[in-house]
């Protein structure tokens, strides 16, 4: 694990990666995909569930059409093929039928509108958070920086160069990850240090790319934001159920794109409080004297 500290670089030599492990090692593994599986992760956010009533409405909309064209296209084979009909008529427009399937699709449009660009507006207005974390993608892993807390830390995917592998599954790795609480399904998924947040609390993540174009992803807490060089963008989400949570680069950003994971661990407020109490000690001053300048911050909703 390469830690990033705010602090002079002797003490960054002292840098335990166990560390950030010990913070929820006998929590449930919650978002992580299914071999074979084809809908959505279980919701474990407000927005996440938005989005899967959405896709659910939208879904039965997109089956009707499908249903009402087919039936049209039967009828029309059947009832004006060459012997139903032998005499085709010869009209070449018919105003109430042009009407009809003029309105009807922008009527579904703005029925679909109507529930969609809430929850757009729901993920893009940023609330005040309580926690404030800041995510920079690089080729190929994530550094995270708690920005109240004073202190920052690299997360390389198990198996990786950085954490003694070649991004292969050999007994060393399934090593590391029994070691880390993972089993060796979640090769490719598992991080050596983790992002951790306290179960119902409000997480801004202020996202960002260092090199290239990345994208920061948790499926089952329904976020999605590209780390771009250069700009600072924001997400949040306020996750409901303690767990860990896996997710994963979600824009092309060069040849080891496929060994770029992200993992959230979602504990207790208590277990959080002495998780940040721990880091602070191992590898920060008090947060006020880790920085001269006060976290930047986007605009929030109020």
């Avoid at 390469?2 to 978002?31: E, F």
């Avoid at 959405?54 to 009828?75: E, K, N, W």
Wanted: charged share 20%.
């Amino acid at each position: 694990m390469k830690l990033k500290m705010m602090l002079p670089a002797a003490l960054a030599a002292l840098a335990a990666p166990a560390m950030a492990q010990d913070a929820g090692t006998d929590l449930p593994i919650i978002g992580t995909p299914a071999p074979g599986g084809m809908g959505f992760q279980a919701a474990a956010t407000e927005l996440a569930r938005d989005i899967h009533r959405l896709d659910g409405m939208v879904t039965i909309i997109m089956t009707a059409i499908v249903l009402l064209v087919t039936a049209l296209l039967v009828f029309c084979i059947v009832r004006y093929n060459r012997k139903s009909n032998e005499t085709p008529g010869s009209f070449t427009h018919n105003s109430p039928l042009e009407i009809a399937w003029t309105v009807g699709p922008i009527l579904i449009l703005v029925f679909i509108g109507a529930f969609s660009l809430p929850v757009l507006f729901k993920q893009q207005e940023i609330p005040e958070g309580d926690i404030y974390i800041k995510a920079t993608g690089y080729q190929w892993y994530w550094g995270y920086e708690y920005m109240d807390d004073g202190f920052a830390f690299d997360s390389y995917m198990i198996g990786s160069p950085a954490t003694g592998g070649d991004n292969r599954l050999t007994p060393e790795v399934e090593t590391q990850l029994e070691e880390a609480g993972y089993a060796r399904e979640h090769f490719r998924l598992a991080t050596d240090t983790a992002v951790v947040v306290p179960v119902g609390q409000t997480v801004v993540m202020q996202v960002t790319g260092g090199d290239v174009i990345h994208s920061w992803t948790i499926p089952a807490f329904g976020v999605k934001q590209d780390a771009v060089p250069g700009r600072l963008a924001e997400l949040w989400f306020t996750a409901e159920e303690e767990g860990v949570y896996f997710g994963q680069c979600s824009e092309l950003c060069g040849i080891a794109h496929a060994y770029m994971p992200i993992t959230v661990k979602v504990v207790s407020q208590e277990e959080y409080d002495t998780w940040i109490s721990e880091m602070q000690e191992e590898y920060a001053e008090a947060p006020a004297a880790a920085t001269d300048e006060a976290p930047v911050r986007l605009a929030s909703a109020e």
